[in-house]
């Protein structure tokens, strides 16, 4: 962000309703948060205990007259609510407002806008506030005639959507046909990866639980790195090498995040769909923050829906340099706790993940001549090696190590096993 930059000024809105005080402030922290990741400045907050929303306004008649003077007060851009209004309730609380009224769903999506980078990611964010703006522009010309760019207007917000509902139609079913178009050639990518018989791995967690800088430098990639949320959005694999050399395949992952915008969890199925094909989930979890476990519960709600909770997982523990006092490991999974910047850290990290990679394959020991010179590298590339020897008398190698079941090389090791 440029220095000079000038941030829209913003109120935030919440309404309590069963949840405990301390899971309320950490929702609204979270959209502090997300405010500062879109470029806002928060200049105040607004909160209400009730049974239920309200079903025309979200929050009370009297609190929505106290919110009128909060606006004259401070002079808003924008006033942010903690959660996905209604069209009828944003219509409502617009003529009542000057500011612009967006909630949680327009702010995430928002910045998921600012962070896509490849073709496929501005595609699925497109049509993700496509479809959350089409059921809001029933007489709403008033209220869309206000955007003027800005936090919530990113992206297709910016031209003047309400001028032709058949257009947004026409381009929610060409983004569609453009996203079946990906889907099939990763698709086929993803079948040449299943015969060449990589094992592949994926991290997930909670978004800024630090995916990407531990990504970063286990497996020399360079993924966006930056302590915001959503710091990365479009999917990135690259190889990673485990301590004896054997190369897996390592796959970083768009943050979750409590309440997730439904459009948006089906828009990045597909993107997921690459968590979905993991031998093995990597979940990060933040320990330096004091709502982990709700993170942790929430990760693995959204694997539930994604039918992806089945799935092997180890649970690393992030930033124990900087761990919450109250933090206990609350994982059933297999655990271990690091600091993904610590050197050693990661290199226990990766001899922990080689022990698993290790319990998925099968054992094997060969004695192969030393003019089957390709054979023996392909050992050394594409299985994990524990002993290799060579016998001078008879010119041939002994090796003992562990393959995966159904690699094209299972073949090979069958006509040498010993």
């Known amino acids: 962000?440029?220095?000079?930059?000038?941030?829209?000024?913003?109120?935030?809105?919440?309404?309590?309703?069963?949840?405990?005080?301390?899971?309320?402030?950490?929702?609204?922290?979270?959209?502090?948060?997300?405010?500062?990741?879109?470029?806002?400045?928060?200049?105040?907050?607004?909160?209400?205990?009730?049974?239920?929303?309200?079903?025309?306004?979200?929050?009370?008649?009297?609190?929505?007259?106290?919110?009128?003077?909060?606006?004259?007060q401070f002079e808003p851009d924008i006033i942010i609510f903690n959660d996905e209004l209604s069209p009828s309730q944003i219509r409502n609380l617009s003529k009542e407002l000057d500011a612009r009224v967006i909630d949680r769903t327009q702010l995430i999506l928002d910045i998921f806008a600012q962070r896509a980078r490849?073709?496929?990611?501005?595609?699925?964010?497109?049509?993700?506030?496509?479809?959350?703006?089409?059921?809001?522009?029933?007489?709403?010309?008033?209220?869309?005639?206000?955007?003027?760019?800005?936090?919530g207007t990113r992206g297709p917000g910016e031209t003047k959507l309400e001028s032709d509902r058949r257009h947004i139609h026409r381009r929610i079913d060409d983004i569609k046909k453009q996203l079946q178009t990906i889907v099939l050639h990763?698709?086929?990518?993803?079948?040449?990866?299943?015969?060449?018989?990589?094992?592949?791995?994926?991290?997930?967690?909670?978004?800024?639980?630090?995916?990407?800088?531990?990504?970063?430098?286990?497996?020399?990639?360079?993924?966006?790195?930056e302590n915001q949320l959503?710091?990365?959005?479009?999917?990135?694999?690259?190889?990673?090498?485990?301590?004896?050399?054997?190369?897996?395949?390592?796959?970083?992952?768009?943050?979750?995040i409590q309440d997730l915008p439904t459009t948006l969890v089906a828009a990045f199925r597909s993107t997921l769909e690459e968590v979905k094909e993991a031998d093995l989930l990597i979940h990060i979890v933040d320990s330096s923050n004091p709502d982990y476990s709700q993170h942790e519960e929430t990760v693995q709600s959204l694997l539930k829906d994604l039918d992806m909770d089945g799935l092997p997982q180890l649970t690393v523990y992030n930033k124990r340099d900087m761990m919450d006092r109250d933090f206990v490991p609350s994982s059933d999974w297999d655990r271990v706790l690091i600091s993904a910047l610590n050197e050693d850290d990661r290199g226990k990290l990766l001899v922990k993940i080689e022990e698993i990679v290790k319990q998925h394959m099968i054992p094997y020991h060969v004695i192969i001549p030393a003019s089957e010179g390709k054979l023996l590298s392909q050992l050394k590339n594409e299985t994990i090696l524990r002993k290799l020897e060579f016998i001078e008398e008879s010119q041939t190698y002994d090796l003992t190590g562990f393959h995966l079941e159904d690699h094209p090389i299972a073949g090979n090791i069958k006509k040498f096993h010993r």
Request: glycine residues 10%.
């Open 1 to 72: 962000m440029l220095k000079n930059e000038t941030k829209e000024k913003v109120i935030l809105v919440g309404c309590q309703l069963e949840e405990d005080d301390l899971r309320f402030q950490y929702s609204l922290s979270e959209l502090e948060e997300l405010t500062e990741t879109a470029r806002g400045q928060v200049l105040s907050t607004l909160t209400q205990k009730r049974d239920g929303v309200h079903p025309g306004t979200y929050i009370g008649k009297g609190k929505v007259e106290e919110l009128a003077l909060l606006e004259d």
């Open 118 to 151: 490849s073709r496929e990611g501005k595609l699925q964010v497109e049509l993700a506030q496509l479809q959350y703006l089409l059921p809001r522009l029933i007489g709403q010309g008033a209220s869309l005639s206000r955007l003027g760019g800005g936090i």
């Open 186 to 225: 990763r698709e086929r990518y993803r079948e040449r990866r299943k015969r060449n018989k990589a094992f592949q791995i994926a991290l997930i967690g909670y978004t800024n639980a630090g995916k990407s800088t531990l990504f970063n430098r286990i497996s020399f990639a360079d993924s966006y790195e």
């Open 230 to 256: 959503f710091a990365t959005l479009d999917p990135l694999t690259r190889k990673m090498p485990l301590p004896s050399g054997y190369s897996t395949l390592l796959t970083d992952t768009v943050g979750f």
